[in-house]
């Protein structure tokens, strides 16, 4: 929700301080500025994007009104990993094919369902267990394996926001086109009065502020928390490799799920105890 508070901050500072200084709000309502530079930014983003890439952008845009993965959240993904760790150890990888091969009626995965909604993460775990399973493969491979996987992921995942970021950079020059095509009207009006000319350059005037509004307080500020949010989801991938590397090395569960809790930001990683004590819970079950 902290990007409504800023957007509510925006709002409050530019057109509180315009009306502080004299200013009338509807002097800036200026329709025709706003189909002219709202329309030329969608229409190029049209043209330059894809659409997966245009559907991404609306559902990223969404989903950072949402939270995204907190403490307990990444404290889950380890004791999820730890459960089928521990069943591997107890009834051999051929133990874990209802778990990996049928995610969704998986008892241990119905338990976290955060993890469960997330299908990209869900894909990824399974599709590199059932790797780790075929037993066919060395863990430095299984590592690059992995890696592609995540940079491609990633790469995908950043792309809206790139996208987006494109509009940002074209705002302030459409809202030079809007002012431009307003001083060409303008221009029909030299022999009227000085208030009808005075109000014809405002209006156009209005088409640069639209711009520029738009886009340093909404569009950039809003293609960075995409971004952000991106890096988060990248963060919560690189645990679970970390992990998975581990267990295919041969350590043991808990073993493997401390070093990808070794590999979080501070600020969302569970401590030691915390981790041990959910495990501990998790084989009470």
Not at 77 to 90: K, P
Not at 272 to 278: Q, T, Y
Request: with cysteine.
């Amino acid at each position: 929700m902290l990007i409504i508070l800023g957007a509510l901050i925006v709002v409050g500072s530019v057109f509180g301080g315009f009306m502080m200084h004299g200013g009338h709000l509807m002097a800036l309502w200026q329709p025709s500025e706003v189909i002219i530079i709202c329309g030329a930014a969608l229409g190029g983003m049209v043209t330059a994007t894809p659409l997966p890439t245009l559907k991404g952008v609306v559902q990223q845009a969404i989903g950072v009104l949402g939270s995204s993965y907190n403490r307990k959240d990444y404290l889950d993904l380890l004791v999820m990993m730890y459960e089928i760790f521990n069943v591997a150890r107890r009834d051999g990888l051929v133990g874990l094919e209802n778990h990996i091969e049928h995610p969704k009626d998986s008892d241990i995965f119905k338990r976290y369902p955060k993890f469960l909604k997330n299908h990209h993460a869900v894909d990824f775990f399974s599709d590199t267990m059932r790797v780790i399973i075929s037993g066919s493969v060395q863990p430095h491979d299984l590592e690059d394996l992995m890696d592609a996987d995540l940079e491609k992921h990633h790469h995908e995942q950043l792309e809206p926001a790139g996208k987006l970021s494109f509009v940002a950079d074209s705002l302030p020059g459409l809202g030079i086109v809007a002012a431009v095509l307003g001083i060409v009207i303008t221009m029909g009006y030299v022999n009227e009065s000085p208030e009808v000319i005075g109000h014809k350059v405002a209006a156009a005037l209005c088409g640069t502020f639209l711009g520029l509004f738009l886009a340093y307080g909404f569009i950039s500020p809003l293609a960075s928390s995409m971004m952000a949010r991106v890096n988060a989801d990248a963060q919560y991938f690189a645990s679970m490799k970390h992990a998975l590397l581990s267990f295919h090395k041969g350590v043991a569960g808990v073993i493997a799920v401390e070093f990808a809790r070794r590999s979080l930001a501070s600020d969302v990683r569970p401590t030691f105890i915390e981790l041990e004590n959910a495990c501990n819970e998790a084989k009470r079950r």
